[in-house]
């Protein structure tokens, strides 16, 4: 330490002027401007040149730069962090004195000051810390001062401490709060969505606001190779090279799904377990990162079923923190945020294999009774495809489009309860067994009459043989009275079997049955329907047997 | 105003001694513990014998005790709130200058501070304001002072009012903060199931625990009738009256569905829209409501699908703020759980649409099947049933038993594929008729093989024919390659089987089928699903035709 240190000894009084100017400073409320004032104050009393204010971090070891005076640099200035051993601020931190260089020659206690302020004229130095309680809540330094007695300014700040405190912790419970109120607009978007792409990107977009960091990435466990595969990836210049793979264990976020452990690392580069294989692809220079697993909570699966079980699906990582280092409370954020929304993407996981067990089982049953006969194979998965085609041209919603299609996979279900006598016969029927033909659109309601949740569904079964001149099959609707579901399927079901085989003739071409389909427009089939799907077949939206 | 209030002159000067104090007292970072400490300095300073301390609420307009000196009934009072103009703190709080009352002689100013001190004799009182900015944010009360002089009062409550008001606002932060987390805490728990009773529960539960209310009920909109129904409710006396129902419109629950906006009462007494037949059936008193509507985003479906419409579902209340009354920062916070929980609510019932559908669908497809042979009618289901009784016996899991129940559901499924000519065959089989019907599991396993999804189902499908020997079909498998589902709808086919009606014998006694079976035990069937059957029958949970 240099020889010139001297202790300030407290003073006793403190005139009126005074008390005021600290009262004023006082009712501040805003940290920042707080600070401002309790500087310029010190500077004002010293008749000093140029001022810095600190304030620690407990949560990295490191005092920052919170606010300057006189200096033409501020901007450069504010925010810069130094280790509490680097320089004269962080020793004056935890020596909780106030240390005065009288002249400064280079001191090595003051290096990282002097490298900040390295185009000032640097004459002496007062460094004072605000204590409350025996702890340091602050240091200020004031430069080339000129009133080097300081009892009343260490009396002064040792009024100001307590406020200086107070707003820091305001202003850390506030940050907090702020980012938990984020944090649950996050989950407003990730639960309002079953489409895993969307719920990806706004975890991603998330993590990169809550944290202030440049970039984030999440990679999710591969289950046959067990690699972690980068889904989405988001930084400041929107490159995501999506597919990027990470061998299992390998790399920050390998060791953070391996163990399910939270990773903080303040510098990359000196970090063994980085796989700087992802910057290479993605020429990112990743300098910090904080990295946490997406660890899903088991589900209960309702209805008399199970729930899955808790486990690690993949994780997910923040990079460059703007401002300072990712710290402890930027974890227990982060992870916050990663469980629930691992919860809320594994939930619209098994949504989605709900949803294509449901569709499979469909057209499984569906191509079982179409292969019945063989000259129908593949007839109601096509009718299906066209019916949906012709729904688009429409304009319908996604919603009415997804009951069609399987209204339409189900439209001849009935055809389960004709008899093989019937259904394979090679020649043609006789009236008693085309009666019992017609009957198939009445078996396939009977079938599903008790599935309440199959409404459109069961029009598509019910009207494909209605005609809108009421001549139609079962029940002879006329034109008002049949559904836009049942006209759509009656169209896609006559195509298709115009312009297939069957045993007692060829399928016409597709030319040929557009024709007969307008031939029969407003007599037997919707004109609206088959111009859809004319214009459908035009886009090649349209499949065939042939 | 009474004739003998006088205005504190400001002093000038402060003695060390009180600085070390006000320092000392200013180390307080917890609002309750500097204002005990500043009355108690107050207290002393004026040698008064009682003291109170006020802080003002502007949410609410009321100003309550937050400290007390010298009183005993001390618990009593703190919390009590009075409005701004009910007392002479109210007054002083208005006025923002100090009242002097050289003698208290039931003045109309102080009705409400006497009421609540109403066994003390009281002398004197000074009520001095504590003002930051021009705002007060805090009024102390001294009463039987001896200390007139009380210059040096107001200097030292001019130092430390910033530190209140800086400690008000830290604690109001905290608050937010502390309830944000418990919010995010409630969401994993309604994250992490897709029972809707479960979350439910936690709805009401949370809603009491965010806002420290009595109790907090729960309504939904019964779509048929438009009512709201009680769906369940939670108070201190665990009191639960479910399926009250509130026709759509009334009461305050109504109000909120119906309009969308969030209502507070302060008083349910004198709110005419309070629809007080709930009180009467739970004999609960409501004095103070919080309700908001439960409004589920839309929910985007994925996989092609479309998106559910944004609706209100139903309300959410808070009854009875056990301190204090609802302010309009509770029901932002409210708000913003009931928008959560509302679509987390949705997708749960989608969730278990979603899935009702599927079985329903897969019921209606293995009763039309079992249909085509009035001599199998109903067969399935009963398999279905009795396999998922027996593996209930045997300690499966429900996930498995789900599956299960599934696989035997569709076992036959592969005599949709097998000829009428045999499939409905009066008579015996002939030896290459037989053939083809023993090729019904091949058939089922065929139909269902593009359903990737369909694992434990395609063991039933397949295996239920198999036997221990080797000497089933269609595979030939032994002991050791049998699954335990297979085993399971083997036995439970078997049984049903056994027990019904075939166009060739009558059905067997259930005496006799458990003879058989166990007849049969490690050659056809397995002990232990054997076994297991008779215990799920002798519990009655088994089903057969007769």
Redesign the interface.
Known sequence: MSQDVQPIEPG???N?CL?DQ??QI??C?VLSELLDRLLELCCRTTKAEYGLCYLPDLTTNTIAVEATWGIEARERLLGIQFGFEEGLAGECFQAKQPFIFKSINQDIFMKVELNALYRLALLNVATVPLV??GEVVCVVQCYNYHESDLANLQ?TL??LA??V???S??QA??D??HR??G??GM??AI??????E?ILTTIIEGAKQLLNAEASSLFLVDESSGDLVLKISSSQEGVSPKNLRVPAGKGIIGYVVETGESVIVADAKKDQRHYNQADDVTHFVTRSILAVPLRT???????????TEERIIGGLEALNKRKGTFASDDASLLQ?FA??AA??LQ??H?????????L??????S???D??DPYTQGHMERVATNSAAIAEELGL??????HLRVGALLHD?GK??V???ILKKAGPLTPDEYEVMKGHPLRGEE????????QTETSAILQHHERLDGKGYPNGLNDGEISLVGRIVAVADAFDAMTSDRPYRKHLTNEEAFQRLLAECGISYDEECVHALFRAYKKKAITFQH
């Open positions: 006793v009084s403190l009126s008390l600290i009262n006082a009712s409320t409350v309680s009396l040792n009024l307590p406020h405190q107070k707003l912790l305001l419970s506030q907090r709060a938990l109120e944090l649950v989950l407003h639960n309002s969505t079953y489409e895993q969307s909570r088991s589900i209960q699966l309702g209805a008399r079923r199970g729930a916050m469980d629930l919860t809320v939930k619209a098994l949504w989605n294999e709900a949803n294509e067990l449901y499979d089982v469909i057209r499984a049953f191509a079982a009774i292969a019945k919603d996604p919603e009415t489009i997804h279900v389960l309860n008899g093989d006598a079938i599903l009459r008790k599935v309440h949740q199959l």
